[in-house]
């Protein structure tokens, strides 16, 4: 499979997300700069954590407007998958292709810590290979990642089955102790109505490897992996 | 500089009293502007929209609790809320009210605040 991950200016969690998907994963995967305007072969798209544009005006408020933007909208528009990771999630729902938004943490604090996810549903591309009942172990890095969205949007998010991760305890309660930046309904990852696009704040990029700690985010990526193949195979059917 | 802007500002203060159609305009029509002595001067005259970015109620604003709690804990009574919002400043080199108006109207919309969690007030002078 062909990954390509954005580069904005400030994004620094573009070079984990490589690292993940060619070295650890076996997968092709290559940087896409802002300005191209293509994504050549891409089957899907990774839109890295950071601080694009130094979180001027709002996160991701002026990457969204970058010329390669337009192209992962039609990329979206046609099926192709897309994952935001924080500061990607963030561009996803300034750019509207994820309903909600994220402000500020609720503490105030900047959270750098290892949390839990409880996933909410397997039916997604990026979810479907997640056992059922595992949490996932995963680090978060992020001031303004509290999720929010009004009364109405939640509504259709938990109707569409759009929730795709919760932050939850070590045994898998969904209590605000977890919720480590205030998201309503200790919401960490949706999907949009389609389910080909989704965004978390969580880094499953910086837990693919034993090494550091957990390597849950793995199941992640090879949710969209499968799923991708699955579609390959459709076709050649 | 400072000479120049105070001689026509000066003579902006005759000719307000003084103009008939001035007088029957409606407030917020500036025909003469009056700038500052210490200003960027007067040839180009710009005008300025003042733009005003809040959160809106149904997100909770955690900043305007902070700087509430930091408040009455400094001795201030009686401050029931704060809310921390954003300015924007922005000049332009137009004259042309309504279009200026138009136009920013949209990019506040679309860009410089976000209508899911904000809430914008745009004025132009």
Redesign the interface.
């Known amino acids: 499979m062909n990954f390509a991950v954005l580069q904005f200016p400030a994004s620094n969690c573009d070079q984990d997300a490589i690292h993940a998907l060619r070295d650890v994963l076996g997968h092709s995967a290559r940087y896409v700069w802002h300005k191209e305007t293509s994504l050549g072969d891409a089957d899907a798209v990774i839109v890295p954590g950071g601080f694009s544009y130094g979180d001027y005006?709002?996160c991701g408020?002026i990457a969204r407007?970058s010329p390669v933007m337009q192209a992962v909208k039609q990329f979206a528009d046609h099926g192709g998958l897309v994952l935001g990771i924080c500061n990607g999630f963030q561009v996803l729902?300034?750019a509207g292709l994820l309903p909600?938004?994220l402000?500020?943490?609720?503490?105030?604090q900047f959270h750098c810590e290892h949390i839990f996810l409880k996933t909410v549903t397997p039916e997604s591309p990026f979810t479907n290979k997640i056992p059922a009942g595992k949490l996932l172990k995963i680090p978060i890095a992020h001031g303004e990642g509290?999720y929010?969205?009004?009364e109405e949007t939640l509504g259709q998010l938990k109707a569409n089955n759009q929730i795709l991760w919760q932050y939850c305890s070590a045994t898998g309660e969904l209590t605000e102790g977890a919720n480590p930046n205030?998201s309503l309904l200790n919401i960490a990852g949706i999907c949009n109505e389609r389910r080909n696009v989704a965004g978390l704040m969580p880094h499953p990029e910086r837990a693919c490897e034993p090494l550091l700690a957990s390597d849950d985010g793995r199941w992640i990526f090879e949710s969209m992996i499968a799923a991708l193949q699955n579609r390959t195979a459709a076709r050649a059917a | 500089m400072a000479q120049g802007a105070d001689k026509f500002n000066a003579s902006c203060n005759r000719h307000l009293k003084n103009c008939p159609t001035l007088k029957n305009c409606s407030p917020g029509a500036v025909i003469f502007r009056k700038i500052p002595a210490s200003g960027p001067g007067f040839r180009g005259a710009k005008m300025k929209a003042k733009i005003v970015i809040t959160p809106k109620k149904a997100v909770v604003d955690p900043q305007g609790k902070t700087v509430r709690n930091a408040l009455e804990q400094m001795g201030h009574q009686g401050i029931k809320a704060v809310h921390v919002g954003k300015y924007l400043e922005i000049e332009l080199d137009s004259t042309d009210r309504e279009t200026a108006r138009k136009s920013l109207d949209e990019a506040c919309h679309k860009f410089l605040s976000n209508p899911v969690i904000e809430d914008y007030k745009l004025e132009i002078e």
């Open positions: 005006l709002r408020a407007f729902t300034e909600g938004a402000v500020r943490n609720r503490d105030l509290c929010f969205a009004d205030g």
